[in-house]
């Protein structure tokens, strides 16, 4: 009989992560669909409109910075892009509308005395559009020169890199919430796919609230107490397409990393929390941490300041041999 009961928990056991899976994975699913644009319709929504037009004017930006771009490329993508820019500014937004201009202005000069290659019509449009605002260089192209890489070297970000661990044991003082602050600063240059930032970075310092959300974290056990600032960083759904279910993950997955490395930049040590929960406990949570539900979950960082001397999980990583995979005949491995 006791062997009978056993098989029947463990049956039941794995039927119910099996279902807690699936519940999981189709709530996903459903999230995506009910907030993600769509390309031909994306003006639903005054958030996923900015969106769609960031990735727009990002397309302009990308082919004018091609080796040979073609003369005037985008002709009609450009006049839906003008025309949604108008839709977007109608109904109130104001964060984008200037980064369009000022991308379009730069593709307008660079047609300068080209403007037979348009059909009829469309230069009057763009000069229209284009000078509703004066320039403030937020769109187009930059120039940048070889040279500005000279102060930095692989040997110098390896060594950086050496010093950044999981810190479990913060000294108690308080941490700046200004250096703080200019850390998450500096994390916003992270890239993302078509310049979207499809991130947000959720900040906490009252520690009951900061108690209450570790409460549904299973890795901070031990050194919970001396957590003095927590992070928690989400994917916003609607700044992604359809067809884009796991580029939430990336994106976010890049911002936290570069805010680690931006952290550890500060002289402050931090460790990174998965929030790889079911869905039922990622709701109770982002209720809790005032999250609302058009946002995904990518993880929580903690933050405090180093103590004089600590210790660190070694953490032992894997070699280049371990990991590369050459798929090139004369490429060759430097010791």
């Not at 979207?196 to 974290?217: P, V």
């Not at 039922?280 to 058009?294: D, F, H, R, V, Y």
């Amino acid at each position: 009989m006791n062997l009978i009961k056993r098989i029947l928990l463990a049956v039941v056991g794995r039927t119910k992560q099996i279902i807690v899976e699936w519940m999981s994975a189709v709530k996903s699913f459903n999230l995506h669909t009910r907030y993600s644009f769509s390309e031909r319709k994306p003006d639903r929504d005054l958030a996923q409109l900015k969106y769609y037009l960031i990735k727009r004017c990002h397309i302009v930006e990308k082919g004018m910075a091609l080796p040979n771009p073609r003369e005037a490329f985008g002709q009609p993508k450009i006049k839906a892009l003008i025309a949604r820019t108008k839709t977007y500014e109608s109904r109130g937004g104001q964060k984008v509308g200037q980064i369009v201009r000022d991308t379009l202005r730069q593709y307008r000069e660079l047609h300068r005395g080209k403007e037979e290659l348009f059909e009829p019509g469309f230069i009057s449009e763009l000069d229209a559009f284009i000078e509703v605002s004066a320039p403030e260089g937020k769109g187009g192209l930059k120039w940048l020169v070889a040279s500005q890489w000279d102060n930095w070297s692989v040997e110098k970000f390896d060594e950086f890199l050496s010093f950044r661990h999981s810190v479990r044991d913060f000294d108690r003082t308080p941490v700046d919430s200004a250096l703080l602050k200019s850390a998450i600063a500096a994390s916003l240059k992270t890239p993302s796919v078509c310049n979207r930032q499809g991130w947000f970075i959720h900040y906490y310092d009252e520690k009951a609230k900061m108690l209450e959300l570790l409460s549904y974290q299973n890795g901070n056990a031990g050194f919970t107490d001396c957590i003095d600032k927590l992070i928690i960083v989400t994917g916003n759904l609607k700044a992604f397409t359809r067809h884009e279910h796991n580029q939430l993950f990336v994106d976010g997955g890049l911002v936290s990393m570069n805010l680690m490395l931006a952290i550890h930049a500060a002289g402050l040590g931090s460790c990174p929390l998965n929030t790889c929960l079911p869905y039922t406990k990622e709701q109770k949570l982002m209720i809790a941490a005032g999250i609302p539900k058009n946002e995904r979950l990518i993880m929580m960082i903690a933050v405090g300041n180093l103590k004089d001397e600590f210790s660190v999980a070694q953490s032992e990583k894997y070699s280049l041999d371990d990991v590369l995979i050459q798929h090139c005949g004369t490429c060759k491995v430097v010791d």
